[in-house]
């Protein structure tokens, strides 16, 4: 009789993907683990610490509030498939094309680019500051800005840093600027050579693509052509980034999104 | 788009500077520096320098390591609800392989990848009588890294049970895989799965 109970909450498991889903089935699970627990030999439990005994959750309650960050992802077929695209992407092309520029080109060189770059995505962040209220950083942006643009030949070195310490970038965006009104993620979006986003965080990349100078280049091609250098240059300073962290998950498409998204909601928060 | 990856794997890379030794009754970030300074001082050993000393190095590391973390807490929160599927013996083997695939993954990272990186303690915050928040700021030459523990007080003192870097908290998002992964294999496959990446 056990055994019939036992296979009908067998059966009963789905292949759950949502979480309200996974914790019915837990209920049938936690009933499936008693009915088994009765059946099973006394096994060798006098081996194991009561500790592992306890099943007080207490503390899953206080961190109730945190598992709000969940964003939809109805999307997930395509994302993952652009995950996966991604993933390929980087190891079969992006990787090799950029260990062969950090072979060739000194570090030197690759840092004057990337603060090149990064200094003309100041009318960004000074947009963004003050589009927040944030009067302190969009100032502290306008004057790395005119200093790494004058004496920082047109930003290709950082002095602004390394003689005004107290002036942070304020890395602010379009996205983050919705977040703090107001707006939701909508939805999670995987893209194709960008990345991770959500509805909202693309939305915000590409109203802040108009304060991006590279935006009004013409033709195209030669724009995507110094976008694409640009990725290049960015890269060389973190290869291995991407296959440590992708190392360290068990599911590595769950991991990414879990990290883009609190850590958005923390840039958000800030 | 991607440029958030760096900081949260430096730092959780870091994590593991954070962590190791004796206890009393002692304040949450005092026995959070104390195993701090000691992996560091382990790191830059000129002792371990030698390819062949790495493994002895290894050791040492993890052992200051692992009796700073409360790895049953961990697992209990990483799994969440999926706790009460596992057996008391399937949640000894998965607390256990768990632990370790933590330390493996991270000394790697560590031994690999220090940089003379400073700790900086910003401050403890008590979160009730047996709960603590201890921050940190990891300087790196190009960036600074905020880092906060969250801590427990046991019967030997404060112990960790989880990270958070830059918003992104490790038990949190081992949860968020967990439960994809227990969603369709059972308690016995995940853990076969993590002893697997244990042994490569």
């Known amino acids: ?270 | 788009m991607d440029t958030f990856f760096k900081p949260v794997i430096v730092a959780m890379v870091m994590v593991w500077i954070g962590t190791a030794s004796p206890a009393s009754g002692k304040e949450p970030l005092d026995e959070l520096k104390q195993p701090i300074d000691k992996v560091i001082e382990i790191l830059r050993d000129p002792l371990y320098r030698d390819e062949a000393k790495k493994k002895l190095q290894r050791e040492k590391i993890w052992d200051v390591i692992r009796t700073h973390f409360d790895f049953l807490e961990i697992s209990k929160r990483s799994l969440a609800r999926n706790w009460l599927v596992f057996t008391p013996k399937e949640r000894k083997e998965f607390t256990e392989v768990f632990g370790d695939f933590l330390g493996e993954i991270y000394i790697d990272k560590l031994q690999g990848e220090f940089q003379d990186e400073k700790v900086v303690y910003v401050g403890q915050e008590m979160v009730s009588d047996s709960k603590a928040l201890v921050k940190t700021t990891v300087i790196r030459k190009t960036a600074e890294i905020p880092m906060n523990y969250s801590m427990l007080k046991n019967n030997d003192g404060w112990k960790i049970y989880d990270v958070n870097i830059e918003g992104v908290s490790l038990v949190q998002n081992y949860r968020t895989q967990f439960n994809q992964t227990l969603s369709k294999e059972s308690p016995a496959q995940l853990i076969e799965r993590l002893r697997n990446k244990n042994q490569p």
Not at chain 1, 47 to 70: G, H, K, M, P, R
Not at chain 1, 104 to 119: A, M, S, Y
Not at chain 1, 156 to 184: H, K, N, R, V, W
């Open chain 1, 1 to 270: 009789m056990l055994l019939a109970v036992l296979s009908v909450c067998c059966e009963n498991e789905s292949v759950a993907g949502s979480f309200s889903e996974t914790a019915e089935r837990h209920f049938q699970t936690d009933r499936k683990l008693i009915l088994a627990e009765a059946v099973r030999p006394p096994s060798n439990s006098g081996e194991i610490e009561e500790d592992f005994f306890n099943e007080d959750l207490d503390f899953l309650e206080e961190e109730a509030e945190e598992e709000t960050v969940q964003v939809a992802d109805p999307l997930k077929p395509w994302n993952r498939a652009m995950f996966h695209f991604n993933d390929k992407f980087y190891f079969w092309v992006l990787k090799p094309v950029t260990q062969g520029y950090r072979f060739v080109i000194p570090e030197d060189i690759r840092v004057g680019v990337k603060n090149f770059f990064n200094n003309l995505a100041a009318p960004i962040r000074v947009a963004n500051s003050l589009l927040q209220g944030k009067w302190g950083g969009a100032w502290a942006e306008f004057s790395r800005f005119f200093i790494n643009s004058t004496v920082g030949v047109l930003g290709l070195a950082d002095p602004a840093s390394t003689s005004f310490p107290q002036m942070e970038p304020s890395e602010e965006d379009l996205g983050q600027t919705l977040g703090s009104y107001g707006i939701d993620n909508g939805v999670y979006i995987v893209w194709p050579f960008l990345g991770l986003s959500t509805l909202r965080d693309t939305v915000g990349w590409v109203g802040d693509g108009f304060l991006r100078p590279t935006f009004y280049i013409r033709p195209t091609e030669a724009a995507l052509a110094i976008r694409a250098y640009q990725t290049v240059n960015a890269t060389s300073f973190r290869i291995g980034d991407y296959e440590d962290f992708k190392e360290a998950a068990i599911e590595p498409y769950e991991a990414f999104r879990d990290a883009y998204l609190r850590h958005r909601k923390t840039l958000v928060e800030e």
